[in-house]
């Protein structure tokens, strides 16, 4: 798991990079989408262009990147199983 920074902030392990290049690479791309209702965020799973999966949680600012970053981190790790 990645550790916080000096500001309590999440910092990308180089894992959670492998994972992000192994994603782009293969045209996956996860992005936050705002929810005007209740002001966070869905997270969407896009795959050449098609929009695969849409989050069930929602996440705040706070949260949001590290939960991307896990995103591709998980992404790349199931693919290795």
């Known amino acids: 798991m990645a ?8 910092v990308p392990s180089p894992d959670h990079y492998n994972g992000f290049r192994w994603c782009t690479e293969r045209y ?7 929810v005007r209702k209740t002001g966070d965020y ?8 098609q929009q695969v999966f849409i989050s069930k949680e929602e996440y705040d600012k706070k949260d ?15 693919s290795k199983k």
């Open 42 to 49: 869905k997270i969407i799973k896009e795959v050449n262009g």
């Open 28 to 34: 996956i791309r996860i992005y936050p989408k705002f």
């Open 64 to 78: 949001l990147s590290e939960k991307i970053w896990e995103f591709y981190l998980y992404l790349y790790l199931q």
């Open 3 to 10: 550790k916080k920074g000096i500001w309590n902030m999440f």
